[in-house]
T-cell receptor
Framework: GENVEQHPSTLSVQEGDSAVIKCTYS??????FPWYKQELGKRPQLIID?????GEKKDQRIAVTLNKTAKHFSLHITETQPEDSAVYFC???????????FGKGTKLTVNP | KAGVTQTPRYLIKTRGQQVTLSCSPI?????VSWYQQTPGQGLQFLFE???????NKGNFPGRFSGRQFSNSRSEMNVSTLELGDSALYLC????????????FGEGSRLTVL
């Protein structure tokens, strides 16, 4: 079945710097890759997603890139702010399935 | 429209007991997925229901079970509770049409003593 690996498990950056979180997936049939942000004590919320027919997607300060050949995708956050501090989860979904599998999460801390 | 509602939000049980958690998805959504969240293990997939049928199942023992009703509300049950079952149980609602996007509830935090 699908397996998603996420790195790093923790990431600390200074306000204004960029942050990059990377994920790899095992099932080449996966075609949907979302990123969720979970603030302390709150529910995970979708912040951006990408499908396998696209190589990159941007939304203001966040972007996601996908390399299908290497089976990895990354989240990029530019000009980080303290409110970006949270746990971020990447996910992978196989075509024809509703089983969304997540990585173990990255705790991002943005220091003022 | 209303979001995903999970009840109860918090509960404490003792080893050997059983527990039932409830999830009401977003109106019109027919897919409900359940996840277990523990520190260091992230979001682990339990199972997914669509139109009252379990379509997908994760790697959890048979003590974990679920069901979905005709109104798309779902319940999950854990029998013979163990200390390691202490976790946040999250329910996620989806359209079920393989668009992928899931909407999470606030979760039910289970503590097993």
């Amino acid at each position: 079945g699908e397996n998603v690996e996420q790195h790093p498990s923790t990431l600390s950056v200074q306000e204004g710097d960029s942050a990059v979180i990377k994920c790899t997936y095992s099932d080449s049939a996966s075609n949907y890759f979302p990123w969720y942000k979970q603030e302390l004590g709150k529910r995970p919320q979708l912040i951006i997603d990408i499908r396998s027919n696209v190589g990159e997607k941007k939304d203001q300060r966040i972007a996601v890139t996908l390399n299908k050949t290497a089976k990895h995708f990354s989240l990029h956050i530019t000009e980080t702010q303290p409110e970006d501090s949270a746990v971020y989860f990447c996910g992978g979904l196989k075509s024809g399935s509703e089983k969304l599998v997540f990585g173990k999460g990255t705790k991002l801390t943005v220091n003022p | 429209k209303a979001g995903v509602t999970q009840t109860p939000r918090y509960l404490i049980k003792t080893r050997g007991q059983q527990v039932t958690l409830s999830c009401s998805p977003i109106s019109g959504h027919r897919s409900v997925s359940w996840y277990q969240q523990t520190p260091g293990q992230g979001l682990q997939f339990l199972f997914e229901y669509f139109s009252e049928t379990q379509r997908n199942k994760g790697n959890f023992p048979g003590r974990f079970s679920g069901r979905q009703f005709s109104n798309s509300r779902s319940e999950m049950n854990v029998s013979t509770l163990e200390l390691g079952d202490s976790a946040l149980y999250l329910c996620a609602s989806g359209s079920g049409s393989n668009t992928g996007e899931l909407f999470f509830g606030e979760g039910s935090r289970l503590t097993v003593l």
